[in-house]
């Protein structure tokens, strides 16, 4: 028996390793592709188009954590196929929902909402938000499913080729017309593209034939309802939950856009766009193939912490050196490899690094917390966070007048913030599980 023990931990332990490898390999050559083209584009679009391309990324991905009530961030756990089928639906149906309340707020405000961020000459693409919003969801969702399934490769494929195609389509208009909306356009084609592209993945698994169908079909109301409920924990908690982290993560390009203009804005977008290469490359990676493992070990009850500690360790280890370079020479690596003019964006990353290795190391403490069913902790804990660190941002580029100074005050607040989610996480992850893996 204890042989037997052993040769599926033996196999578990190589195919977990087998995952990360595919996952890292089409993620890395994602980011290669991204990084080989970011020195054209810095070139042909210049700081202001990236300043104005940032604050509209900022507003997508400060609304997209409400987009499904974070209904998609369930899609892995539960143990039926049928109750995550009806996940994906449910988030679905709601995205729609709340991307046309949306695109009627929008219509309404959108010159003013444009002219607060210095947006007036893109105030119609803020149109362009409703819709990025249900593509999101729809590709989030499947990527939820395919992670599910454990369909590593598809995943990996699709964002290659999605990366490839914006990357090649911004540079081959930006040579004719190299504008902030040309940016905000293809970056929104390129969401459908990848979205349908995970649906082509993951349409044989998800659909069912004509019998289950059948078998299913008259109780598919019920269910929905049924589901919705047991997983009610991710709308009170984990939607405004994730609202505030990406709120966080993403209002100091807007603040630094109100204040001091698209430029500067500019530098903060690309600085954390490359800064967080590490952290779409290796984390997102990790964390993507340790989430099932996660809940399989949690269905099973066993303890989460050597597994949270090794990978959290092992992630640490790595960031060490990518993070500490930028630290010692990040204006001379923008200044030569972007140009001259995103030398400034090089002082921005100094301080981005230290807050940004402790976002890397993270990972599977925050892949974690549903599962020890600490999601309300979390969400106050993520109300702090941005009160914090807006504050922290805002002091600097009010009073202090600086918007390097504004960086590294926020850069610093987020740090120690993150190290003490890190020990509070460790703390609690030995015997804590939430209701339903009990």
């Not at 604050?55 to 756990?77: C, D, E, N, Q």
Request: glycine share 4%; with cysteine.
């Amino acid at each position: 028996m204890n042989c037997l023990v052993k040769k599926y931990n033996n196999f578990r332990k190589s195919r977990f390793i087998t995952d990360i490898a595919i996952v890292v390999s089409g993620t890395a050559i994602a980011q290669i592709i991204s990084i080989a083209f970011s020195p054209i584009l810095t070139r042909l679009y210049g700081p202001e188009a990236f300043g104005i391309l940032g604050v509209f990324v900022a507003m997508v991905a400060m609304i997209t954590p409400l987009k499904s009530l974070s209904y998609t961030m369930a899609i892995v756990i539960p143990k039926s196929d049928n109750d995550a089928r009806i996940l994906v639906r449910l988030s679905i149906f709601i995205a729609i929902g709340i991307a046309s309340l949306l695109a009627l707020i929008l219509w309404i405000f959108h010159t003013q909402v444009a002219h607060l961020f210095g947006l007036k000459t893109s105030s119609y693409y803020l149109m362009l938000i409703p819709i990025i919003v249900i593509f999101n969801s729809a590709e989030y969702s499947f990527s939820q499913w395919l992670i599910r399934k454990k369909q590593f490769r598809s995943i990996s494929v699709t964002t290659i080729a999605h990366t490839a195609l914006t990357n090649v389509a911004k540079t081959v208009v930006g040579v004719i017309f190299a504008t902030a909306p040309v940016l905000i356009i293809i970056n929104t084609i390129g969401q459908a593209f990848h979205a349908f592209l995970l649906w082509v993945n993951a349409k044989s698994s998800f659909l069912l034939d004509q019998t289950q169908k059948q078998i299913s079909i008259e109780r598919q109301s019920s269910s929905l309802k049924t589901i919705a409920y047991r997983y009610r924990d991710y709308p009170i908690y984990r939607a405004p939950q994730n609202f505030f982290h990406n709120t966080s993560q993403n209002i100091p390009v807007l603040l630094i856009a109100a204040f001091f203009g698209p430029v500067p804005a500019g530098y903060y977008a690309l600085t954390k766009r490359v800064l967080k290469l590490p952290s779409t490359l290796i984390s997102a990676s990790v964390t993507k193939v340790l989430l099932p493992i996660l809940a399989e070990s949690a269905h099973n009850g066993i303890n989460l912490r050597p597994l949270i500690l090794k990978a959290t360790a092992g992630l640490a280890l790595i960031g060490l050196f990518p993070y500490g370079f930028l630290i010692a020479f990040g204006p001379s690596i923008f200044s030569f490899v972007f140009g001259v003019e995103w030398s400034m964006a090089g002082e921005y990353a100094r301080w981005l690094s230290i807050w940004l290795f402790f976002m890397l190391v993270n990972g599977p403490c925050i892949q974690a917390i549903p599962l020890l069913g600490l999601q309300a902790q979390f969400l106050v804990y993520e109300v702090i966070l941005i009160a914090v660190s807006t504050a922290s941002l805002a002091f600097g580029a009010i009073i202090l007048k600086s918007d390097i100074i504004a960086v590294a005050l926020f850069s610093i607040s987020g740090a120690i913030l993150n190290i003490i989610l890190l020990i509070w996480v460790f703390i609690n992850s030995k015997d804590r599980l939430r209701e339903d893996f009990r």
